[in-house]
């Protein structure tokens, strides 16, 4: 076999394996996506193949969130609370300012309200101090104990969601790129909570259909070495 029959062949199995490379990455994002099918406030990842510039051809691959919205759950937990429409609950961590959507909340034991892993939920002034019997939240954000108004929810948005990092337990950071801005005029319902937006049947439809391409691909690759196989054979008799 020439040396530039080689190199073609040695070109294909690379770009091949390079989309089986890619495909493994799928599956990962897929189990990772029903992995947390039942997590409050959950964003689905999505991937996606994207076409490269006419010029050089080919397609990378490209990943990025999906924030629309999760079904609501009513749990008739004062301390439960949904945001409608756009938004993120600031939350304030050891690591910094971080954001989400899940409002599944409780109070801990210096009266904050609090995130299931004991981070502060933060209002327009800061940590939210809840010492009384009766909470209420409004539609707006507002947080009442016992009647009396004790802070705003700080609900924020950004101006290019897609620049957002993710973190564990529903997360996100801002880099300083996603344009964070106040939303004047939230919409909030109480009792209630956001559940995942991960569609399992969607996604284990899609989990069926890339093992399928997966499978293909390693059956051309190992045809395709199987015949540099016989040509370098080939040529090694005639030698």
Do not use: C, W
Not at 1 to 20: E, P
Not at 24 to 31: S, T, V, Y
Not at 40 to 49: E, I, W
Not at 188 to 197: D, I, W
């Amino acid at each position: 076999m020439d040396k530039s029959r080689g190199d073609v062949m040695d070109a294909k199995m690379a770009a091949l394996a390079a989309m089986g490379n890619q495909k493994l990455n799928h599956l990962d994002i897929i189990a990772h996506n029903l992995a947390n099918v039942g997590t409050p406030g959950f964003k689905a990842v999505r991937f996606y193949l994207r076409e490269m510039e006419a010029n050089k051809g080919g397609a990378v691959p490209s990943i990025f969130t999906d924030f629309r919205a999760g079904l609501v759950e009513k749990t008739e937990n004062s301390l439960d609370l949904a945001i409608e429409g756009d938004g993120f609950f600031t939350i304030e961590t050891k690591r910094g300012i971080r954001y989400t959507r899940a409002g599944n909340f409780t109070i801990d034991r210096n009266s904050r309200l609090v995130t299931m892993k004991g981070d502060p939920v933060l209002g327009e002034a800061g940590p939210l101090i809840l010492k009384g019997r009766k909470i209420s939240v409004s539609a707006e954000g507002v947080v009442k104990v016992d009647g009396v108004e004790v802070g705003k929810l700080r609900i924020v948005d950004f101006e290019n969601r897609q620049a957002l990092s993710r973190e564990g337990d529903g997360l996100f950071v801002d880099g300083g790129t996603a344009g964070v801005k106040q939303v004047g005029n939230p919409r909030l319902k109480a009792g209630e909570r956001e559940l995942s937006n991960v569609e399992a049947i969607r996604e284990m439809v899609e989990l069926i259909e890339v093992q399928r391409s997966f499978e293909t691909y390693q059956k051309v690759i190992q045809s395709l070495a199987d015949m540099d196989k016989l040509s370098t054979g080939r040529v090694g008799k005639l030698v």
